[in-house]
């Protein structure tokens, strides 16, 4: 019986927050405004900002307090990040100890003078990468009020995401490079240090204008508002007219983002694609031989942002600029951070990935923290779909790719579950695939569970849904299962919550009473429901689909095949029986998932042949 699955009065976990009570249907996220001026020496890679911010307090508690992340301030010997690096059991190899060998002049600081309140003092200690401000008067639900601040800040050597002269000889990469606002949601403040993960922050408009030396070249998030003030024209040729005086004052605008990236370097080649009706691409990069693949890659790009348009939903932003710089690949707001050395479809790929994070935290700003494989494990199954058709290609799903990367820790005895707070799992090795392949597997394999058609429709209806806003699993999960009416809170409660693993087989085959009695057997504690293809010695064959009871409902038949629906399995019953009608000379085979979309850990037992 096929049940459509809406769960009436259904209530989201409670979260306490300030003596609150918040229900995620009452949804609503904080806003800001900013407004910064800096004044960047590149003699000696410091700058002095100002900083004004208004702050909207669209939740319904009372704030006496604000936090702000002090990212820079990670880059000193002793720092968190630092000694977690050095202490870990498989560092990051491109920060390792290198923080702790810092001299003054390399290291990165933020150094705030003035911080007021609507014009009143307030009161703040800076712990590490976090500002803990006491404010001069509560904000109350629905009120506003405006920050200002005053801070220097110097430039560390690249070492991770941010910094100055990385390995291929950018000048600046301007990640997490200015005091921010934490972000206040149901769950409270999110003022977490900077350990080399992960961001979260509120929804904003930014207004970012930048002086520095006259023969730097910024690219940024946002849009350029004084091109020709300045004597840059985004065109091919990049510069146009002569520039006056020693500096220059680049001035960008950026609506509805949540954070605000630039680079510089006097030596970018600037070239700029359109995508035939979509944003138009700008490309800065080094000219030299090891970035000659650049000549290619906006060709390419279009490709894939047409692809992924179609197929994730529209990009709303005018711009996307991909940038070299950086220490491998970083996602920003409308640009990303990559490095450029690289063969072709290397190069494609950073950029394909990168790309998609404008949908998988660009535009779904989940808070990474808690949830980074809904950002880089939806990117990373986007990114495979995307990548095969940009290069004519098969999806490798199940070899090198997520699924082997899936597999390789469930069987590692390092797995920790999804749902660990992304600075705290034990190894790297374990937070990154969990993010990237996990995370990827967890939506190819709900295609498995309700269908791929399902699937498809329920990632674009996500993101039409919640856009420009911050989801969390608990939203995915409702729109996926109004959009297949099948019951999903068990799916990820295994997969998230647990390392759990599938192993299911093929038990006992025989003849039975004039037909095929079949034995199933659940070797793993994650349940599943079971797709069985059954080959006959004709060539033909059927499948025999077993929903989960606690589905309730089953998914459509997506193949040309005979499908027949047995009785539901409930997840308690280790075995499961099932017959073929004729005798046992007419099977060829009778195989647990033909696919390949069940991450099933051990596919040795899956098959049955008659020999």
Not at 426 to 434: K, L, P, S
Not at 484 to 512: Q, R
Request: aromatic share 14%; no cysteine.
């Amino acid at each position: 019986m096929k049940y459509n699955f809406i769960k009436k009065g259904f209530f989201p976990l409670l979260f306490v927050v300030t003596g609150h009570f918040s229900l995620a249907q009452d949804y609503w996220q904080q806003r800001v405004e900013y407004k910064m001026d800096i004044d960047f020496d590149v003699q000696n890679h410091q700058y002095q900002g100002t900083q004004s911010i208004k702050y909207t307090n669209n939740s319904p508690d009372t704030l006496y307090n604000v936090f702000y992340h002090l990212y820079f301030n990670a880059f000193q010997p002793e720092s968190m990040m630092d000694v977690r690096s050095r202490t870990i059991e498989d560092p990051d190899g491109r920060v390792r100890d290198r923080i702790q060998k810092l001299d003054n002049s390399q290291v990165g600081y933020h150094k705030v003078g003035k911080l007021e309140q609507d014009g009143s003092a307030v009161d703040f200690i800076i712990e590490g990468t976090v500002i803990e401000v006491e404010l001069a008067k509560p904000i109350p639900p629905g009120e506003e009020t405006t920050l200002n601040m005053t801070f220097e800040s110097q430039v560390p050597v690249q070492i991770r995401r941010s910094g100055r002269n990385n390995a291929e000889g950018i000048d600046y990469s301007m990640a997490q490079w200015f005091p921010k606002l934490a972000e206040y949601d149901e769950r409270g403040w999110h003022a977490h240090p900077y350990i080399g993960r992960e961001f979260y922050a509120p929804w904003g408009d930014y207004e970012v204008n930048l002086t520095i030396d006259k023969n730097y070249i910024v690219a940024a998030t946002g849009v350029l508002q004084n091109a020709d003030e300045i004597g840059y024209g985004y065109q091919e040729n990049g510069i146009e007219g002569k520039r006056k005086g020693k500096t220059l004052t680049w001035k960008f605008k950026a609506e509805n983002v949540h954070d605000f990236v630039w680079a510089a370097d006097p030596d970018y080649k600037h070239v700029i694609a359109n995508v035939p009706g979509g944003p138009v691409l700008h490309f800065f990069y080094q000219e030299t031989p090891e970035t000659k693949e650049w000549e290619k890659l906006p060709e390419l790009t279009i490709k894939a942002f047409q692809y992924i348009e179609k197929n994730f939903g529209e990009y709303p932003f005018p711009h996307y600029s991909i940038i070299q710089g950086g220490d491998g690949g970083m996602e920003y707001p409308m640009a990303t951070l990559i490095t450029g050395h690289r063969s072709l479809r290397s190069l494609v790929g950073v950029t394909v990935h990168e790309a998609l994070h404008s949908w998988y935290q660009g535009l779904l700003a989940t808070n990474e923290s808690y949830f980074a494989w809904m950002d880089e494990g939806y990117t990373s199954y986007a990114t495979s779909l995307t990548m095969a058709h940009v290069f004519d290609g098969e999806v490798d799903w199940f070899n090198n790719g997520s699924y082997g990367g899936y597999f390789a820790l469930a069987k590692s005895g390092k797995e920790e579950p999804m749902s660990t707070h992304s600075d705290q799992y034990e190894t790297n090795f374990a937070y990154g695939r969990a993010a990237y392949s996990k995370g990827a597997v967890s939506i190819a394999q709900l295609g498995y569970i309700i269908g791929e058609e399902a699937r498809n429709k329920a990632l674009l209806r996500y993101f039409n849904e919640w856009k420009f806003k911050h989801p969390d699993l608990n939203d995915f999960v409702r729109v996926a299962e109004k959009t297949s009416g099948l019951e999903l809170d068990w799916y990820y409660d295994y997969w998230v919550n647990s390392t759990k693993t599938i192993d299911y087989g093929v038990g006992k085959v025989e003849e039975f009473d004039g037909n095929v009695l079949v034995e199933l057997v659940r070797e793993g504690a994650l349940p599943m429901p079971m797709d069985v293809v059954v080959t006959f010695k004709d060539g033909s064959k059927k499948i025999y689909y077993a929903p989960l009871s606690i589905m309730r409902g089953e998914k459509p038949n997506e193949t040309d095949a005979e499908r027949v629906i047995l009785p539901d399995w409930k997840w308690t019953h280790p075995s499961y029986n099932f017959q073929i009608e004729g005798n046992l000379d007419n099977i060829q085979s009778i195989e647990i998932d033909d696919t390949g979309l069940l991450a099933d850990i051990n596919r040795q037992n899956n098959k049955w042949t008659n020999k």
